[in-house]
């Protein structure tokens, strides 16, 4: 049935999400599925709530300190909607990491290219839909890889040899900023679980929180990519 003739609710509740990461970004992003009515959510984070992270990491809360992220999220995403389903994934994403031939769409809340490559690479694999996010200081940025094999991955963007940068307890990072590319990336997860709109496939949306600037690249397959053209 086409999916644009039946109720988001119920196209929905039919659904299995995998996100991964739930810090500043996976915090909205979980928050927002689950009050939707994906009707079943994977959980995947192999770290524990800390003090320092609350301010930008909502899904969590002092009374949760020290527990792990997967069992605090739990807590609050079932406070928000008991009928969902939840599972999880508590050890860290390593090189063998595949996805579940029943995940719908994954969601990359990660914050370092290690894990978005690999990532990346077993969606490939898979065929699955990638939403990617990631944000640092005062910007961020959102794409959706499909499982088409003429479209783009994670790889065809960025190197093996790309620098990791400065992490967000060095650097810093603006907490609502996640909150916003957080919120973005639920939007794209529910358009391509409905099949509804023009998800940003073969685009990627950088905002500037500083200037209040949003800009849109057009993404190129790289026939080089040792992922997906592989």
Not at 105 to 118: E, G, H, K, L, P
Request: with cysteine; hydrophobic share 40%; proline share 4%.
């Amino acid at each position: 049935m086409n999916n644009n003739h039946r109720s988001p609710k119920f196209i929905l509740d039919e659904k299995k999400v995998l996100i991964i990461g739930l810090g500043g970004l996976g915090s909205p992003v979980a928050m927002y599925l689950a009050a939707a009515g994906v009707g079943h959510l994977v959980l995947a984070d192999f770290d524990r709530v800390d003090l320092s992270n609350l301010q930008r990491q909502i899904v969590h809360d002092t009374t949760q300190i020290g527990q792990y992220k997967t069992i605090s999220a739990q807590t609050k995403l079932q406070a928000l909607n008991p009928d969902i389903e939840i599972s999880f994934i508590k050890d860290m994403i390593s090189e063998d990491f595949l996805i579940e031939d029943d995940i719908d769409v994954v969601v990359d809340c990660s914050d370092n290219f290690a894990t978005r490559f690999i990532i990346n690479a077993a969606c490939v694999h898979a065929g699955t839909p990638l939403v990617s996010g990631a944000a640092l200081r005062w910007g961020g940025q959102v794409a959706v890889f499909s499982s088409s094999p003429q479209s783009p991955c994670y790889r065809c963007l960025y190197s093996d040899n790309e620098d990791e940068g400065e992490a967000c307890s060095d650097a810093g990072i603006l907490a609502p900023l996640v909150g916003v590319i957080g919120s973005i990336q639920a939007v794209e997860v529910i358009k391509v679980l409905c099949g509804i709109g023009n998800p940003l496939s073969g685009r990627l949306l950088l905002f500037d929180a500083l200037s209040m600037q949003w800009r849109t690249l057009k993404l190129h397959k790289d026939p080089t990519c040792p992922i997906c053209s592989n």
